[in-house]
């Protein structure tokens, strides 16, 4: 089975606080995301990675980074945390073109 | 642009009977694929059916089933004989390439 792990299920942290939210995949997929899930607004993708080193900025990249150094690692980097980015962060990692998306647990940062 | 609707924010069936989501796309592509994701309370996201554009023929799982009318751009998900544990919220999604597109989701209630 295909697994993706994210390093955190909950994690509260204080305005202006550098935040790194982890995220792991054993199938070696070369595509990685991180999305956040608001209710009503749905999935909202912030960055993805189609390789090692790549990003491109998703819809909602503003205030977020990321980092992948290794292609079974994309890490979510919020620089200056704010109380706007309180939600749930997803992961999701998939083959090349046109298949399914295979998600991690979530986690559900509070920013205080 | 791509977007994913879905018209339905909740949802409500008595267990054993049939229920359907509506979902509608925009896109100008020809070839793509489409997805029906369950989440369930506090549960990773997980793939329900998939559907490739190019195939008339409509996706089936079991008792899950989708009506797929590709010149109306919709994308329905059929649910028969639901069960208490298929309460959860459903995301329909659009892919083309390496992007993935996501509705607002409807949140299903099963009534015993």
């Known amino acids: 089975d295909v697994k993706v792990t994210q390093s955190s299920r909950y994690l509260v942290k204080r305005t202006g606080e550098k935040v790194f939210l982890e995220c792991v995949q054993d199938m070696d997929h070369e595509n990685m995301f991180w999305y956040r899930q608001d209710p009503g607004l749905g999935l909202r993708l912030i960055y993805f990675?189609?390789?090692?080193?790549?990003?491109e900025k998703g819809d909602i990249p503003e205030g977020y980074s990321v980092s992948r150094e290794k292609k079974e690692r994309f890490s979510l980097i919020l620089e200056s945390a704010s109380t706007n980015q309180t939600s749930m962060y997803l992961c999701?990692?998939?083959?090349?073109?046109?298949?399914?998306?295979?998600f991690g647990p979530g986690t559900r940062l509070t920013v205080t | 642009a791509q977007t994913v609707t879905q018209s339905q924010p909740e949802m409500s069936v008595q267990e054993a009977e049939t229920v359907t989501l509506s979902c509608t796309y925009d896109t100008s592509e020809s070839d793509y694929y489409l997805f029906w994701y369950k989440q369930p309370p506090s549960r990773q996201m997980i793939l329900v059916i998939r559907q490739e554009a190019y195939k008339q023929q409509n996706a089936t799982e079991n008792r899950f089933s989708v009506n797929f009318q590709k010149a109306a751009k919709s994308f329905s998900l059929k649910i028969s004989d639901s069960q208490l544990g298929d309460a959860a919220m459903y995301f329909c999604?659009?892919?083309?390439?390496?992007?993935?597109?996501f509705g607002t989701g409807t949140s299903l209630t099963v009534i015993p």
């Open positions: 999701a990692s998939s083959p090349p073109d046109r298949d399914e998306q295979y």
């Open positions: 990675s189609y390789d090692v080193k790549m990003k």
């Open positions: 999604a659009y892919n083309t390439g390496n992007q993935f597109y």
